[in-house]
């Protein structure tokens, strides 16, 4: 198991960043940050769960989400996949980069958006326009 937020690295972890928001007001936030997606952009999330773990396997707070699945750039045809995509949300390592709740909701915008550009299988360069067209 990984240590409790608050024994994180000092670099990572002081008195700026938040603290406490419960895994149930940290999901609210991001089900308002996805009702709050351009409808195009929405659209992508059909076939997708999205889904909020504390931290990644490796305990990091660096790892902000990650996309696993097959992008839409590098189906066949019919577009199936082999299993359902999904983005996992690391809500320890947000809180970890966001010093109140407008950061946080930020964070999760930005990071949505940029595991929405995964899924559709852009690059960084087309990742890096996205969010800043997208930016919130």
């Known amino acids: 198991r990984c ?3 608050t024994c994180c690295s000092p670099r990572l972890w002081d ?3 938040m603290q406490n928001v419960p895994e149930s007001q940290f999901e609210s936030l991001v089900a308002d940050q996805m009702d709050a997606l351009p409808d ?3 659209r992508e ?4 769960s999205v889904t909020v773990q504390d ?5 990091s707070l660096q790892v902000l989400a990650v996309y696993s699945g097959v992008p839409l750039s590098d189906r066949g045809q019919f577009g199936a996949a082999p299993l359902p995509d999904n983005i996992v949300l690391y809500r320890e390592s947000m809180l970890a980069h966001a010093h109140n709740i407008d950061e946080l909701k930020r964070e999760i915008w930005n990071t949505l958006i940029r595991e929405i550009g995964q899924h559709l299988g852009m690059d960084d360069a087309q990742l890096t326009e996205l969010v800043a067209r997208h930016h919130h």
């Open 3 to 5: 240590a409790k937020l």
């Open 15 to 17: 008195a700026r960043t």
């Open 40 to 42: 195009g952009l929405g």
């Open 45 to 48: 999330l059909n076939n997708v």
């Open 55 to 59: 931290r990644p396997a490796d305990c």
